[in-house]
């Protein structure tokens, strides 16, 4: 797991695109980090924990095209 300082309008699913590759990473990425569950828009300096995750481009592809 590595760490991420969240910049001002960072939001979650925007950080698991950003960091993972794709917002379907988005739950794992709240997971690892419940308390701060209830924030829906980041302010500056905020430390959140990114999971370790097999990231892979398929992931992004509709499944007829895996």
Do not use: H
Request: charged residues 30%.
């Amino acid at each position: 797991m590595k760490k991420y300082v969240t910049i001002s309008g960072d939001m979650f699913d925007l950080i698991a695109y950003k960091e993972l590759g794709s917002c379907a990473w988005t739950e794992k990425l709240i997971d690892a980090n419940r308390d701060k569950i209830e924030t829906f828009i980041f302010s500056a300096g905020v430390e959140l924990t990114i999971p370790d995750v097999e990231t892979s481009k398929a992931i992004d592809l509709p499944p007829w095209r895996r």
